[in-house]
């Protein structure tokens, strides 16, 4: 038996389209449902490694583990992984295929649509209903030719569409309405409903502009949906998400990031913020490293491109300094690299071949190559023999005689290295700090007396979303709108 499939699409980026399927997920798991989320093509510097030895888009498996499935390539076929200003790394079904500049890639996706087809079967032939999501926003009629992330996947795989705008944004009447008049008309027609997200204030205040819309498209507009509160708990699909976020937190520990034009895998962050005793700050571009009890270096997609951005704002200074005076420095795979002595691309996998000199923390140095290692990981701590759950996601070999004193240890392999003064640290190691004994004992007295479970209240803010979902939508209607 083939499962149901509704496609959820946008007015624009950042409308809540991953949070909503994520707690559509959940809400039917609840009810019985085998769910699967699918989004055909995603482009995030946030990925997460599957059960089947790829990667997908990091809001994809948060999806999966709403629907209680272990994440799968087949999820997200297509993720484009941004490496410059003018082009990507194309991964497919859960591997990296080579980088494309992104004219090259807009003329070609159209070849990948028999995979993401594929994919889509695969899941629909294994669940009782999978929740699609689109890409960016649905009324990108310059990007309609060769589309596999919207329409162009909608129309192949024959699905209903669900149109979301943002009330938060303004003009939301404007943006539902006016989606319909600027698609083809073949496109308009495969939407079933609309659904206005994120509103606060008396829903009975919005009853005139929801029968406007549903008068003005002709189909129901379902919603509108409250603002959930609790979503920045979990982990954020892009780095939208950053954007105007400096301090999070206020507890006296200060953990200060600087945001790296490539940043990846930035949800290392989540379990921190979410620690009373500490404050964790994105230092943006324009601004000095303040000082901090820990800097963080995070995962970063281009390593040498983002060490010489760091190196043009002056971070490396301000970082140099600080750890001369006594600050702990933390790398996380891209950083981890940054804190060597070279990093080496010989091979111009990340853009022009080239070496970069590190920032001298760490007696070790990195040759980038084109393998990649992805695996899911269990390590212990050399730090503080605490055991880890964590993955591997990244390219290059680093070696040195800093290796000698290892951040950690998965099975008999070392990972990662510790300066002689204990005060740096590298490690290839993503979702360390989702560790409840790790943490805090990294930590020391910022958390103490912490009773945070950093899973637990992942589980729970999901059951929460599932929850506000079930009062806020007719998730019966919805059931029925899906073929």
């Not at 190691?429 to 103490?448: K, V």
Request: aromatic share 6%.
């Amino acid at each position: 038996m083939t499962a149901k499939s509704i496609m959820f699409m946008g007015t624009g980026s950042d409308v809540g389209k991953s949070l909503l399927v994520a707690g559509l997920a959940r809400a039917y798991a609840n009810r019985g449902l085998r769910v699967a989320p699918f989004k055909p093509q995603n482009m995030s510097n946030n990925a997460a490694v599957t059960a089947d030895g790829g990667e997908i888009g990091r809001a994809q498996a948060l999806q999966a583990r709403a629907a209680r499935r272990e994440p799968v390539t087949a999820m997200n076929p297509v993720l484009l992984k941004p490496e410059q200003e003018s082009g990507a790394q194309v991964v497919v079904r859960g591997q990296r295929v080579g980088s494309m500049p992104a004219r090259e890639y807009w003329a070609r996706r159209g070849e990948l649509m028999p995979q993401v087809l594929a994919a889509h079967a695969e899941l629909a032939a294994d669940n009782d209903l999978v929740l699609v999501e689109g890409a960016g926003s649905a009324s990108e009629v310059n990007l309609r030719a060769h589309d596999i992330a919207n329409f162009g996947f909608a129309e192949a795989a024959d699905l209903p569409v669900v149109l979301i705008g943002d009330i938060q944004r303004g003009g939301v009447i404007a943006a539902l309405v006016g989606t319909f008049a600027v698609v083809a008309p073949d496109d308009a027609a495969r939407i079933v409903a609309t659904l206005v997200n994120k509103f606060q204030g008396d829903p009975a205040l919005f009853e005139d502009g929801r029968r406007y819309i549903a008068e003005r498209t002709g189909v129901p507009c379902l919603g509108p949906v409250p603002y959930f509160a609790d979503a920045g708990r979990l982990p954020a699909e892009d780095v939208l998400a950053l954007e105007g976020v400096w301090v999070t937190g206020t507890g006296e520990y200060r953990i200060v990031v600087p945001r790296l034009p490539r940043i990846a895998n930035f949800d290392d962050l989540d379990p921190l913020r979410l620690e009373p005793g500490v404050s964790v700050e994105i230092v943006e571009p324009g601004r000095p490293v303040p000082p901090a009890e820990l800097i963080i270096l995070p995962g970063s997609k281009a390593t040498r491109s983002d060490l010489a951005a760091l190196r043009q704002e002056g971070w490396d200074i301000d970082i140099l300094a600080q750890h001369r005076t006594g600050t702990r420095v933390l790398g996380i795979c891209g950083g981890y690299q940054m804190l060597g002595t070279l990093v080496s691309d010989p091979e111009g996998i990340e853009g022009v071949p080239g070496i970069s000199a590190g920032l001298g923390l760490l007696d070790v140095a990195t040759v980038l190559g084109p393998r990649k290692e992805l695996r899911a990981e269990h390590a212990v701590s050399a730090l503080t023999g605490d055991e880890l759950a964590g993955y591997h996601m990244h390219m290059g070999v680093t070696s040195g005689p800093g290796l000698a004193r290892p951040f950690a240890r998965v099975g008999n392999e070392a990972d990662g290295a510790i300066s002689p003064d204990g005060l740096v640290m590298g490690t290839y190691l993503h979702g360390l700090f989702a560790a409840d004994g790790f943490r805090r004992a990294f930590l020391g007295a910022a958390a103490e007396g912490s009773d945070l479970r950093y899973e637990q209240v992942i589980e729970a803010t999901l059951d929460g979303l599932a929850a506000h979902l079930e009062r806020s939508l007719d998730l019966d209607m919805l059931l029925e709108l899906a073929r």
